[in-house]
């Protein structure tokens, strides 16, 4: 009886053949049992679209259908059919190498049962399982498999510090960047993401070595954060309006209260300013509890009952006022805001420019009272007339979100 051969090429030699070369053809098996067990090869299919047939080299070594790991290489430059015959039962370690976007099948050479495909631009790995299911019609099974550069869909699988290369992301169901994650070099702060049980909500809070973190939440250009449809109180720059009105001229040196009857629109509150000497009037603030008690700036609205064009100069100055504290304490330092050119139409409002940082004496703190004392210094401007102050914008800045 003659030998007979396995769909791998390797060689059952019948009882009582091969007298004085059984030695070199069961040397030849255990080479192809090696290949089969543990072999690598590199299978070119550089070209155009074509099918590449995997052959069978019965009794000898080299096939590459005999390999447990195959690597396709070379340039492709059409869609690429591997294939095998439709007896052989094995499992594989594919890895595509080629170069040129197209894709790579590996299949039986004939029948329509399932194939392996790496898509056109996946150039990563994969473990397939050759059945020999069907005698006709067998099928190529894909094994789970992660690679490092293919895509593929992880179930149920836990993932322990995972790591994104800088400006990484994760992907919508589309493959657009749907989060992604910035880095900062020794980095000690971080976001904690909780889920609640019943009754609870989930949490997003800042975490860190920090003791005291804020959680910093910002919209790209002018965008505002919104809660539920609506734009989100954050701390930062906050604005106080104080008319005129709301003021009272110093008992020494004091500005004028008056009100302007005009021939149409409103009357207007002003507190007259003299154009030849300081004069003076006070207000107070007490502030929310989300103000930082630092510096304030603040920004004056004024008008003159005259064609002069010449400017104004407004200074403000104040002092902070605790529980328990003395009020007969004096002002801080006078900022003293650019000079602002009166428009030379009678009765036109006049916007100066915001001051720089008023300083307030006392050291303030939450649950205070702030004096303030806003003057008109006639030495820094040249309008030959009174100035009317109707009010001013007073700028704070707040680190809280709340005043709770």
């Keep these: 009886m003659a030998s007979t051969y396995t769909p791998l090429g390797i060689e059952l030699q019948a009882t009582g053949e091969n007298a004085g070369t059984w030695g070199t053809k069961t040397n030849t098996n255990l080479q192809i049992f090696e290949q089969i067990s543990g072999g690598f090869t590199a ?46 039962q094995t499992f594989y370690y594919l890895r595509n190498s080629t170069s040129g976007a197209h894709t790579v099948q590996f ?90 049980a019943t009754g609870n909500a989930p949490s997003l809070t800042a975490t860190g070595g920090d003791t005291n973190i804020s959680l910093n939440l910002a919209g790209k250009g002018t965008g505002a954060v919104t809660v539920g449809g609506s734009a989100a109180k954050v701390a930062g720059k906050e604005t106080i309006w104080v008319p005129a009105v709301a003021m009272y001229p110093n008992s020494t040196n004091g500005a004028e209260a008056n009100q302007v009857e005009l021939s149409n629109g409103p009357e207007i509150k002003t507190l007259d300013f003299d154009k030849d000497s300081d004069e003076f009037a006070q207000f107070a603030v007490a502030f929310p509890k989300s103000w930082n008690e630092g510096t304030v700036t603040f920004q004056a609205f004024f008008t003159a009952t005259s064609t002069d064009t010449g400017t104004t100069a407004w200074g403000l100055s104040g002092v902070g006022i605790a529980d328990n504290d003395s009020c007969n304490t004096a002002f801080g330092t006078q900022v003293v805001a650019t000079a602002k050119a009166h428009s030379g139409t009678s009765n036109d409002l006049d916007v100066a420019n915001e001051s720089g940082a008023v300083t307030i004496a006392g050291s303030p703190s939450t649950d205070e009272q702030v004096f303030f004392q806003i003057s008109r210094d006639v030495s820094a401007d040249d309008l030959n007339a009174d100035a009317r102050l109707l009010g001013i914008k007073l700028f704070f800045t707040t680190d809280a979100a709340n005043d709770a």
Excluded at 43 to 63: F, M, R
Excluded at 70 to 83: A, D, H, P, S
Aim: charged share 10%; hydrophobic share 35%.
């Design 43 to 88: 299978q070119s299919i550089a070209g155009g679209a074509q099918t590449t047939t995997l052959s069978v080299s019965d009794g000898s070594t080299g096939a590459t259908l005999s390999h447990r790991m195959i690597e396709f290489t070379g340039t492709i430059t059409g869609n690429q059919i591997v294939t095998i015959p439709l007896d052989v």
């Design 107 to 196: 299949k039986y050479v004939t029948g329509s049962g399932d194939s392996f495909t790496f898509s056109a631009t996946d150039k990563g790995d994969a473990v397939v399982f050759a059945t020999a299911n069907d005698g006709t019609n067998p099928d190529i099974y894909t094994l789970p498999n992660v690679s490092l550069t293919g895509t593929q869909t992880l179930t149920n699988k836990t993932l322990t510090a995972p790591k994104f290369a800088d400006a990484g992301f994760i992907a919508d169901a589309n493959g657009n960047e749907q989060l992604i994650f910035q880095t900062t070099s020794s980095a000690v702060n971080q976001i904690d993401v909780t889920n609640a």
